[in-house]
């Protein structure tokens, strides 16, 4: 039963969350596929993909931060530890900034490298750099270092998190982010 003082989050927050999970595994599945990007490598089908995913996960996050902003978050049942209501939060928000800047980091360094960037074919995503401007070259670095051992292990703490309250303190914590039934 789910405590009369507990929330859940609002139906479009619950099928952003799940939206965000499966265009990761996604994309990170592309990212380990795709040729590995050099000085000269060309745009193959994979790596373009990874680009029009990555695109469309910065505007999923967009929308739903903006849906987070404007509705904030549902009361939690009475119970749970203030340290772990703080700690939650604050992997929550830095989630949301990784989720915003690792495809912003990947998506100058596409422009750097001078590669075309298109959203699944359909239209031109404009480059945020110059080809080979100045400065610009610790993009693509940066950009799988912060999608390997930045937004990895958060995700891990964040579900070891989600499966110790379903399992071992058996509260109603997953509930809030589940469909209703
Ligand atoms: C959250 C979204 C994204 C994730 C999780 C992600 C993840 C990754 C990963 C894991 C790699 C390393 C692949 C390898 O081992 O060689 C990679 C490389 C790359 N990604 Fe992304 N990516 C994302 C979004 C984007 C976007 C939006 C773009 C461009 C529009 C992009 C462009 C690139 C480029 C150019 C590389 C090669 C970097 C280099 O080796 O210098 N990525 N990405
Ligand atoms: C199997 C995988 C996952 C499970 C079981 C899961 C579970 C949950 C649960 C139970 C909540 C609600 C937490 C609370 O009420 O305090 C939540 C919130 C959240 N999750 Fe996940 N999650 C998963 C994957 C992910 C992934 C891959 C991301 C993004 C990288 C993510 C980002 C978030 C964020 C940002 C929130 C906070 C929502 C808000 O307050 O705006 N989750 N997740």
Do not use: C, K
Request: glycine share 8%; no cysteine; hydrophobic share 50%.
């Amino acid at each position: 039963m789910v405590s009369s003082t507990q929330g859940r989050y609002t139906r479009t927050a619950i099928v952003l969350h799940w939206l965000v999970l499966a265009l990761l595994i996604a994309q990170y599945v592309i990212g380990w596929t795709m040729p590995h990007i050099g000085r000269h490598t060309p745009v193959t089908t994979l790596i373009s993909l990874h680009f029009s995913v990555g695109v469309l996960i910065i505007a999923v996050i967009v929308v739903r931060l903006v849906w987070r902003i404007t509705h904030g978050e549902p009361a939690h049942e009475a119970g749970i530890p203030p340290w772990q209501v703080r700690s939650a939060s604050v992997i929550h928000w830095l989630l949301y900034l990784l989720l915003i800047v690792v495809p912003l980091l990947g998506w100058i360094n596409a422009s750097y490298r001078g590669m075309p960037i298109t959203f699944f074919g359909l239209f031109h995503v404009p480059p945020l750099v110059g080809t080979h401007a100045a400065g610009w070259d610790w993009t693509g670095d940066i950009h799988t270092l912060i999608a390997e051992y930045g937004i990895l292990p958060l995700v891990g703490l964040h579900v070891a998190a989600a499966l110790y309250h379903r399992f071992i303190r058996r509260d109603q914590v997953l509930q809030r982010m589940l469909p209703g039934v």
